[in-house]
C-alpha cells in the first residue's frame, strides 16, 4: 500500500518504509520480552525490519532502465543460483 500511496514519490516512499519497518522491529523486540527468547532470535525469525536497507536503492532509484544486453539479460539467472548454492556448500562445509 505504500508503494500505491506514494507511487513516483520517492521520499514519501522512504519515509513509508522507514516508519512500517520501525513498526515491524518494535513489535520484534516486544515479541522478545513476552515470549522470554533472546532478542537475537526474535530478530533474525522476523527479519521483516530488514526492509529498511532498500530505502538508499529507492532513492538512488532515477526512473529510466538499465542497459540492455544479453550479459545482464541473464545475469542474475546464473548468479542468484550459484551464489545459494556457494552459500550452502560453505554451511556443509564449516558446520558439517
Not at 514519501?12 to 516486544?30: D, M, N, R, T
Not at 538508499?56 to 551464489?83: C, D, E, M, Q, W
Amino acid at each position: 500500500m505504500i508503494f500505491y500511496f506514494a507511487y513516483h514519490k520517492l521520499t514519501v516512499e522512504s519515509i513509508g518504509i522507514f516508519i512500517w519497518c520501525f513498526l515491524i522491529l518494535i513489535k520484534a523486540i516486544h515479541n522478545a520480552q513476552v515470549a522470554n527468547i533472546s532478542l537475537y532470535s526474535s530478530l533474525t525469525f522476523d527479519s521483516e525490519w530488514m526492509m529498511i536497507a532498500v530505502i538508499p536503492f529507492i532513492l538512488l532509484y532515477n526512473g529510466k532502465r538499465g542497459k540492455k544486453s544479453l550479459l545482464t539479460k541473464y545475469f542474475f539467472y546464473i548468479v542468484y543460483p550459484a551464489h545459494l548454492w556457494i552459500l550452502m556448500m560453505l554451511k556443509y562445509c564449516l558446520l558439517g
